[in-house]
């Protein structure tokens, strides 16, 4: 389901947006392993466990944020541009 308020909210401010608090800990999560990856600790992932997220769930989530840190490396490592249709 399509909810573009929510969106709006979230790309405006996630940590203000009317997220659930299993979306809040995973964004909280992501946020964290993208900018200080080093500063990763058990608790992190404890409290996603406690937010309701299994132990696969978590793999997913870490794999999907690094490949997006890889990939975006390796775009600019290469001096890949933006595409046009993308805004800032």
């Known amino acids: 389901m399509k909810n573009d308020e929510l969106l709006v909210a979230v790309e405006a401010d996630w940590q203000a947006a009317p997220l659930s608090p299993a979306r809040s800990a995973m964004l909280r999560y992501s946020v964290k392993l993208t900018h200080t990856p080093g500063d990763m600790i058990e608790a992190d992932v404890i409290e996603l466990r406690d937010a309701g997220f299994s132990d696969r769930d ?3 989530i870490a794999e999907v944020v690094g490949y997006y840190a890889y990939v975006n490396r390796i775009a ?13």
Do not use: A
């Not at 290469?78 to 805004?87: F, Q, R």
């Open 58 to 60: 978590i793999l997913d």
């Open 76 to 88: 600019d490592g290469l001096g890949v541009t933006v595409e046009d249709w993308t805004t800032d």
